[in-house]
């Protein structure tokens, strides 16, 4: 679910609109704590898209608490 | 006197599980310290989604914050004094902050703050040309620390709110209400919701139509007015209705 991009960052494979597994991700994570909700954008609360660590880029967003990942792997 | 207060880029990732104040509760503070002085009356929060690029620093979403007041227009320096200490003081650590107060009567070139705005949904933008444009427009510009960047989003999040068609308001709309079903006439008088839209063809609801409301509904700025989308309602919807809340999935493009 996670790809190392050229910058060493962790960036969510499944792109803007993967709803259910940005979910999946996030329930998996230790570290998921819940943005701003006027930056939410996903229906599930708890969702890697709402995410106060999630960075959007143009295509997905990068996580910015990598060390977690290796626990919510899928 | 109308004007038009932005701020952007005044949050930093949080770190440690340290609460950051995020910039739409940083320009909300503003309005209310505003009003508690007794200095205006503040119309609420829209925020403003800006170009996601790998040239423009930002935190997580690069988006900007802008709210209308109404205000003697004696009492504009004392404004902007107060959202230049403010941002001073309450901007994270490591943050680039901007402010930028327009005054909308006094622009002559209006088509320009609003043409800024959205090639910053577009394209890169530079520190140099959001302050030639403040100059040559007569627009209070500033930056609060750090790299101050945040001029470019303070400069657009104006234009875009003075556009009248871009962005949503800040906070999710509350309703007193029993029960989840309310008529848009009910929408309009307990919120700050000035119409009712379907998001699939634009027809405005008559005030007699009955909406499902769903999560969190949003409005939205679109036509000058406080919008709420509505969308047909989903089979596996819990009550019968013609009308029901767009999900935040679907907001999310405003």
Same mark, same amino acid.
């Given at each position: 679910?996670?790809?190392?991009?050229?910058?060493?960052?962790? &960036?969510?494979?499944?792109?803007?609109?993967?709803?259910?597994?940005?979910?999946?991700?996030?329930?998996?994570?230790?570290?998921?704590?819940?943005?701003?909700?006027?930056?939410?954008?996903?229906?599930?609360?708890?969702?890697?898209?709402?995410?106060?660590?999630?960075?959007?880029?143009?295509?997905?967003? &990068?996580?910015?608490?990598?060390?977690?990942?290796?626990?919510?792997?899928? | 006197?109308?004007?038009?207060?932005?701020?952007?880029?005044?949050?930093?990732?949080?770190?440690?599980?340290?609460?950051?104040?995020?910039?739409?509760?940083?320009?909300?503070?503003?309005? @209310?310290? $505003?009003?508690?002085?007794?200095?205006?009356?503040?119309?609420?929060?829209?925020?403003?989604?800006?170009?996601?690029?790998?040239? $423009?620093?930002?935190?997580?979403?690069?988006?900007?914050?802008?709210?209308?007041?109404? $205000?003697?227009?004696?009492?504009?320096?004392?404004?902007?004094?107060?959202?230049?200490?403010?941002?001073? *003081?309450?901007? @994270?650590?490591?943050?680039?902050?901007?402010?930028?107060?327009?005054?909308?009567?006094? =622009?002559?070139?209006?088509?320009?703050?609003?043409?800024?705005?959205?090639?910053?949904?577009?394209?890169?933008?530079?520190?140099?040309?959001?302050?030639?444009? @403040?100059?040559?427009?007569? =627009?209070?510009?500033?930056?609060?620390?750090?790299?101050?960047?945040?001029?470019?989003?303070?400069?657009?999040?104006?234009?875009?709110?003075?556009?009248?068609?871009?962005?949503?308001?800040?906070?999710?709309?509350?309703?007193?209400?029993?029960?989840?079903? =309310?008529?848009?006439?009910?929408?309009?008088?307990?919120?700050?919701?000035?119409?009712?839209?379907?998001?699939?063809?634009?027809?405005?609801?008559?005030?007699?139509?009955?909406?499902?409301?769903?999560?969190?509904?949003?409005?939205?700025?679109?036509?000058?007015?406080?919008?709420?989308?509505?969308?047909?309602?989903?089979?596996?919807?819990?009550?019968?209705?013609?009308?029901?809340?767009?999900?935040?999935?679907? *907001?999310?493009?405003?």
């Amino acid at each position: 679910m996670w790809i190392i991009n050229e910058q060493g960052e962790q &960036v969510f494979a499944g792109g803007r609109a993967a709803w259910s597994a940005a979910a999946q991700q996030a329930n998996l994570c230790p570290a998921f704590q819940a943005d701003d909700e006027d930056e939410w954008v996903a229906d599930q609360s708890v969702s890697c898209y709402n995410c106060a660590f999630r960075r959007w880029t143009r295509d997905s967003f &990068v996580c910015c608490q990598p060390r977690f990942l290796g626990q919510s792997t899928a | 006197m109308h004007i038009l207060i932005s701020i952007d880029d005044t949050d930093e990732m949080k770190r440690d599980m340290i609460e950051v104040r995020g910039t739409g509760e940083l320009a909300a503070m503003i309005a @209310a310290r $505003i009003e508690e002085r007794g200095w205006g009356r503040c119309e609420p929060v829209t925020r403003h989604q800006l170009l996601v690029h790998p040239d $423009i620093p930002y935190t997580s979403h690069n988006s900007a914050m802008c709210f209308a007041a109404q $205000i003697p227009g004696h009492r504009l320096p004392d404004i902007t004094e107060l959202a230049e200490e403010f941002l001073a *003081v309450e901007s @994270a650590p490591g943050s680039d902050p901007g402010l930028c107060i327009a005054v909308p009567e006094r =622009i002559l070139m209006p088509g320009w703050l609003i043409s800024f705005g959205f090639m910053a949904k577009n394209l890169v933008l530079k520190k140099d040309e959001a302050y030639e444009l @403040a100059d040559a427009l007569g =627009i209070h510009l500033s930056e609060h620390g750090g790299t101050g960047d945040g001029v470019i989003g303070a400069m657009a999040g104006a234009g875009l709110r003075f556009s009248g068609n871009d962005g949503r308001f800040r906070g999710k709309l509350k309703f007193k209400t029993a029960n989840n079903t =309310i008529t848009v006439k009910q929408v309009c008088t307990s919120t700050i919701v000035e119409q009712v839209k379907s998001i699939k063809d634009g027809r405005v609801l008559d005030l007699e139509e009955r909406v499902f409301l769903g999560e969190g509904p949003k409005a939205v700025l679109m036509n000058g007015l406080a919008v709420m989308l509505v969308e047909s309602c989903s089979a596996e919807a819990k009550e019968p209705c013609q009308w029901q809340t767009c999900s935040k999935s679907r *907001v999310k493009a405003y």
